[in-house]
């Protein structure tokens, strides 16, 4: 999945909005953040080889193409004024993908890389994280975890 905002020109009168296309299509998933310093941010996801070429498409393409999914979902009066991208795909620790589970991995694998190397190194992460693994919510959870397992040490 691959994350894109784009900043749209006018106000939504809504302040949380959610799509989900029933076809996993370019711009088939968005969602709107608040921003109390400007107009309201857009996320809009496309996975795979929809995100793979988002990844590489120039940013007036990009505008060009998710402007008329945002105004048959916000209006026809929107404009979108930005566009980001991330670089997911190429990124090397990364290469577009989660943490998974190689055949003969599992959870223990996991709550080993919990384990803190000496009394110095704590890791943590949607990789490290056995509740909800390979989401942000485990990364979370995995970060509450270390930091608990750290300040335990540090209390002695």
């Given at each position: 999945t691959e994350i894109y905002t784009l900043s749209l020109h006018d106000a939504?009168?809504?302040?949380?909005?959610?799509?989900?296309?029933?076809?996993?299509?370019l711009w088939s998933q968005w969602f709107t953040l608040p921003s109390a310093a400007g107009p309201p941010i857009v996320l809009a996801f496309n996975a795979g080889e929809h995100g793979r070429f988002v990844e590489s498409a120039s940013p007036p393409d990009l505008i060009a193409g998710a402007l008329p999914v945002a105004r048959r979902l916000f209006g026809s009066?929107?404009?979108?004024?930005?566009?980001?991208?991330?670089?997911?795909?190429?990124?090397p620790y990364a290469l577009g993908a989660y943490s998974f589970h190689t055949p003969g991995s599992g959870l223990d694998d996991r709550r080993r890389l919990q384990q803190p190397i000496g009394d110095r190194l704590f890791l943590a992460g949607e990789a490290v994280g056995v509740n909800n693994p390979a989401t942000v919510t485990g990364a979370v959870s995995s970060g509450r975890y270390a930091a608990g397992q750290l300040m335990q040490r540090l209390r002695g």
């Open positions: 939504l009168p809504i302040s949380f909005y959610q799509y989900l296309s029933a076809a996993p299509e009066d929107v404009s979108l004024t930005e566009v980001r991208t991330s670089n997911w795909a190429t990124d």
